[in-house]
């Protein structure tokens, strides 16, 4: 080869920008290794089981032909290649694909794998539909809890409202003690100092608050003929019986 000539048009004109002789060489790499690749590929001894497949695969896409004997005793019978099959012509058309086992597992193992993927399925809606209906349970019992808590405190109000009913009803007739202690608004805890108070109010707290509020509003219809619900005293018991709706909230609703 000749040298090159530094002073020449040809040698000035070169690019000869940083950089790109790296770049140059690292394509030519490149390349050098993918021809590499594709004629070892080419050169490589396929292995039996490819071979196998490759013959496989080249006779199944192959149609049957006259030396085939089964074809050959299906065309004596008046068979036509892409006729169904049948009497009627309503059987198959296609041959019944083959399923190769290819594997080293054992017979039956793909039945298994498969009914043990349907089984964790199952498994893991069973688990869905649980939780489903535990988290319907929790919501029926917060509901639950809810409306007993409103009665509850419904109750509380009528039970105070009665109290204070009973306190100027005893009041007004000259009763200074009540018949029970919780008939009336309870008082202080600093002002309970008599012995016998405190034993009264120990029974009462055994009651319940519907119990309460069902001997005091019987205890105020019987006494002062007053009805808590309808907020109306009457004459007497003919005439709270008579124009009373009834006898209880549940009653006036």
Request: hydrophobic residues 30%; negative net charge; aromatic residues 6%.
């Given at each position: 080869e000749?040298?090159?000539?530094?002073?020449?048009?040809?040698?000035?004109?070169?690019?000869?920008?940083?950089?790109?002789?790296?770049?140059?060489?690292?394509?030519?790499?490149?390349?050098?290794?993918?021809?590499?690749?594709?004629?070892?590929e080419k050169n490589r001894q396929k292995s039996i089981k490819e071979e196998e497949k490759e013959r496989r695969d080249l006779v199944l896409k192959?149609?049957?032909?006259?030396?085939?004997?089964?074809?050959?005793?299906?065309?004596?019978?008046?068979?036509?290649?892409?006729?169904?099959?049948?009497?009627?012509?309503?059987?198959?058309v296609e041959p019944i694909p083959l399923n190769i086992k290819t594997g080293r597992s054992g017979l039956g193992h793909e039945e298994l794998k498969k009914r043990k993927a349907e089984e964790k399925l199952e498994n893991y809606r069973q688990k869905l539909h649980m939780k489903k209906q535990a988290n319907e349970q929790a919501a029926d019992q917060f509901r639950v809890r809810f409306k007993t808590k409103q009665e509850e405190r419904k109750m509380e109000g009528d039970l105070r409202k009665s109290q204070r009913a009973?306190?100027?009803?005893?009041t007004q007739k000259d009763i200074d003690i009540p018949k029970e202690t919780w008939f009336w608004i309870e008082p202080e805890e600093e002002d309970r100092k008599d012995e016998e108070d405190k034993e009264d109010e120990c029974k009462g707290a055994d009651l319940s608050v519907s119990e309460k509020l069902h001997i005091l509003t019987a205890y105020l219809r019987e006494e002062h003929f007053y009805c808590i619900w309808c907020g109306t005293t009457y004459e007497d018991s003919e005439d709270l019986s008579s124009n009373c709706p009834g006898d209880s909230a549940a009653d006036h609703d």
């Open positions: 000749e040298e090159e000539d530094y002073m020449s048009d040809l040698f000035i004109k070169q690019d000869v920008r940083p950089g790109l002789p790296m770049v140059r060489r690292v394509k030519e790499a490149i390349q050098k290794e993918e021809k590499q690749k594709e004629a070892n192959s149609a049957l032909g006259n030396e085939n004997k089964g074809f050959a005793l299906l065309q004596k019978m008046g068979y036509k290649s892409g006729q169904a099959l049948g009497k009627s012509g309503e059987g198959i009973c306190q100027q009803l005893d």
